[in-house]
């Protein structure tokens, strides 16, 4: 028994000792973590109380499976720093899609723009051609001068071809057709007017006062180039024209002369009623006795030239035999000789406003100056009816034939309502 008892009291007192050296060796080592879910839960609060503290893992791109799960378990809020880097990578990425539709509408703009300046240089070449044809007389239209040399045409004859030599330009201005603004561009572009307000060139076509550009002092013309040059004029003319860019601009003829008749004779005009207008009236007019001595006179008496008046007198031989036909009624062919000038470029009024902009291209001086808006000649093609309407249809036809070389080289179509009714 005493043994017995000795065993059990050996045995219990092992037990208890090794429960002992468990519960001692479990402390140790940290024992048993019996909430894991909870334990994260408080090191993600904890990460979140100590920020500046947290690292985040970084994974490889190509286990997005594995982020995801990540993410999901160990949720975090992003820091101001992150914040302000995500909202500048949005904007970075906004103004590069801005930036790309700017690029694409720019590039339609030019595509636009280079099929508007394709149709242009064809019609260009479509008006050249036909003053070729007119000239090489393949439409059996003939007129003084058509095949004459360019040596042959009189100094005096060459008094509309304005040239600028720092940009290479020839311009040959026809009255009524805009020349009132291309010569203001000639004036900015020679520099050879200077701005009270600044005294400097002007540079702005618009500022340049409307009644100076016609003075004739301005401008350097080929009938200028004797007086400049003596027995080199002529040689220095052809290389001007061999190189230099020309152009020149025209209109219906029928309507410059409606225009150049409702400019001079429609209201007073002092220089052309004495020249002009009070011989007319003395002709074919029935006013008996001496005629008012000034325009503002003969306007307020009721006396003044009519259209009709004006087509008598230009049809009238003696008008020539007297004197060349004045700037503003003679025809284009005689201004600008198309037949002995190649040009290069032929605008017409119609059209204005494209072919002005196309021409400042073509001479590289778009980025110098813009073509003056100004007030646009208001006689318009649709009047023509109306104003002939009261000449006889043998003057409309003997009226024609004085402007047909007009109407044939720049391609104009024969007015027939206005011949036949």
Known sequence: MGTWRGLRVAFILGSLFMILLIIVY??????????????????????NSHPQTTTRPSYPTSTGRAQTNSSSATPTTATPEETRGSAEEQIEEEGKEKQEQRKEETREDEKVERSHAAVDDREQEARKQRIMDVCSGMDAVEFPGRTRAFEQIPNRELDHLIVDDTHQIIYCYVPKVACTNWKRVMVVLSQSLISPSSGKPYTDPEAVPPDLVHNSSLHLTFAKFWRHYGSLSRHLMALKLKHYTKFLFVRDPFVRLISAFRNKFGRPNEDFYKQFGSVMLRRYSNVSGSLPETAAEAFAAGIKPTFQQFITYLLDPETERESIFNEHWRQVYRLCHPCQVKYDFIGRLETLDTDAEHLLKLLEVDDLLRFPLGARNRTAASWERDWFAQIPITMRRELY????????LFGYPKPESTLHQ
Not at 30 to 43: A, C, I, R, S, V
């Open 401 to 408: 034939k004085l402007y047909e070389p007009d109407f044939e």
């Open 26 to 47: 479990w402390d140790d080592v940290g024992g048993f973590n019996l909430y894991p879910l909870q334990e994260h839960k408080h090191q993600s609060l904890h990460s």
